[in-house]
């Protein structure tokens, strides 16, 4: 079973970003967290919501992923082109 919290360098190795990049956007309140004490982690299922949220040709409602996209790890996401 996958986690439901993730640590920022899992959600930045997931997102193809840098680990700073995603502690910028967790500051900036860009990414949604969980903050435990001083530990902070990502929710993976609002993770996914936030890149379907934030990408054109979003999946469909039965799920399919859009022309162009795969699935990492359980998240989806686009390839470029």
């Not at 700073?20 to 969980?34: N, R, T, Y």
């Not at 799920?63 to 795969?70: E, N, R, T, V």
């Amino acid at each position: 079973m996958e986690p439901l919290l993730i640590r920022a360098e899992e959600a930045a190795k997931l997102l193809g970003l840098g680990r700073s990049k995603v502690f910028q956007m967790i500051a900036v309140g860009e990414l949604p967290v969980v903050r435990m004490g001083r530990s902070v982690r990502v929710p993976r299922a609002e993770l996914v919501r936030w890149i379907e949220s934030r990408t054109a040709g979003r999946a469909d409602e039965a799920g399919a992923l859009p022309s162009g996209a795969k699935e990492v790890a359980g998240v989806q996401t686009r390839q470029a082109r």
